[in-house]
């Protein structure tokens, strides 16, 4: 048999074979380009494009962010009115400045009467910063034999008093001044020395004391309209524990449990009784409470951009620009019925759109489980399955757009952590969390931080708002 120019004669069980070969190495280059691509998209993550905290960007160039650049200037715009330094209405002290100098014509001026007083007032601390006062107790014998003592609510013949105790607090759950700088602090300023142990014991009565406020601050946040949950991981006790956050314009509640799902979400006791809207990100647990749903956008747009700029799919872009102006037009309060369906419509036409395009996963035959799905597949199902969540803040006029607010609030915890690495007790991470929330909340009631530790010291917390 005469065999054609460019072919071959090959048994068929050879042909077989090197079909079946083909088809391995086939599967094989698909795995390993998939591989490929999700560490290339490893590497891509940043703090602009993914949930990756600034910190972790390290000295590479510059992230963009999501913000939608403006035409104005940074710094005060035309016709902003600047401020400065205005008289105090009351002062400490007055020193007369006379004007008793000779005239260039010789006359003594000091024979004349002023005409008008200029005020010019010095801010300054005082020179002495520390007020001592002595407790003379008296001390007197019954006929009967019986000593009885003056009334006196300091018993040791030396302690420091509230005011300073509440300036320690401050300093170390505030400030976030580590103990060690706080001692120095105050022997800079103060000339005093002060013990590891009359910090601790300072901010463990401050945090005692808050019981009561702690209460009203979670039944504030239960019958809020809208609330914002998030969590972040700490160091304590040498492993890994959850701060949650509870947190609205007016409250704040931080809790430290050891799971960062539904068990402490239970234990904490606000999400399980809360019936308004529920601000998060796409953690699963928070799912499966009773209330209103309604997702950060701002972790959305995040994924959007990766998804875009990483992987190359145009309906990301599409996607970033449809949310980009529902939220700028809600700030214009420019939002109509018509629009707000016209833009839902437009979802889904993206979402209908890139499904078309976007290529399904090849899988083994046989292979237990789901599917799976490349980065840009499954966060184009999120707004597919969760578009309701995603837009509810177009047709609740008091849900926001994002959950930057839990994000801020729990920010003091994470600079704590970068501060001292870690908590060494549970005690310590528990009084932080306690202090924190109060503080947290009196500052966003318009509250002078340092008074309220010294009303807190005290175990005067009733003046915290509640509605």
Not at 377 to 385: A, C, Q
């Amino acid at each position: 048999m005469e065999i054609p120019e460019g072919y071959i004669l090959i048994k068929k069980s050879d042909y077989d074979s090197l079909v079946k070969r083909c088809e391995e190495l086939e599967r094989m280059n698909f795995m390993l380009l998939k591989r490929i691509e999700e560490l290339e998209a490893m590497l891509k993550r940043n703090s602009g494009n993914s949930s990756k905290p600034p910190s972790s960007d390290g000295l590479k160039k510059k992230i963009k962010n999501n913000r939608e650049k403006s035409n104005r200037s940074p710094g005060a715009q035309p016709g902003h009115k600047g401020s400065g330094l205005i008289l105090m209405e009351k002062v400490d002290e007055e020193i007369l400045c006379p004007a008793n100098q000779l005239c260039e014509c010789g006359a003594d001026m000091s024979r004349k009467n002023a005409i008008r007083i200029e005020k010019r007032q010095v801010i300054d601390t005082p020179e002495k910063l520390v007020h001592v006062k002595e407790y003379l107790v008296e001390v007197k014998i019954c006929t009967c034999g019986r000593e009885h003592q003056g009334d006196c609510n300091y018993m040791q013949r030396v302690q420091y008093g509230e005011g300073l105790k509440s300036l320690l607090v401050y300093f170390n759950q505030y400030q976030l001044i580590p103990t060690e700088r706080v001692q120095e602090m105050m022997k800079d300023i103060f000339g005093l020395s002060v013990s590891d142990g009359l910090i601790f014991s300072s901010t463990e009565n401050c945090s005692d004391n808050l019981a009561g406020a702690m209460e009203r601050i979670k039944q504030g946040l239960i019958s809020s309209e809208v609330i914002h949950n998030d969590e972040t991981g700490v160091r304590s006790e040498g492993k890994t524990q959850w701060v949650h956050s509870a947190s609205n314009d007016m409250f704040t509640y931080f809790a430290i449990h050891p799971k960062r799902g539904n068990e402490a979400i239970d234990e904490i006791g606000i999400l399980p009784e809360f019936d308004g809207v529920s601000v998060h990100d796409r953690w699963a647990s928070y799912d499966g409470y009773p209330c209103t749903h309604a997702l950060c956008n701002a972790h959305l747009l995040r994924y959007l951009k990766f998804v875009h700029e990483e992987m190359n799919r145009p309906w990301a872009d599409e996607m970033i620009r449809l949310l980009q102006r529902a939220n700028t037009r809600k700030k214009e309060e420019k939002l109509t019925g018509h629009w707000i369906t016209r833009t839902e419509n437009r979802m889904d036409a993206i979402i209908q759109k890139a499904e078309r395009k976007e290529a399904a996963e090849k899988y083994k035959k046989g292979k237990r489980g789901r599917k799976p799905k490349n980065k840009s597949l499954r966060l184009l199902h999120v707004f597919r399955d969760k578009k309701k969540e995603i837009l509810l803040f177009l047709r609740n006029k008091v849900v926001p757009f994002d959950n930057n607010l839990a994000e801020r609030d729990l920010r003091m915890i994470k600079l704590k952590q970068k501060i001292s690495g870690c908590f060494r007790s549970k005690r310590g991470a528990e009084i932080f969390c306690t202090i924190r929330s109060y503080i947290s909340t009196i500052r966003k009631q318009e509250y002078l931080v340092w008074e309220a530790i010294k009303q807190a010291l005290i175990g005067k917390t009733n003046f915290i708002y509640q509605s």
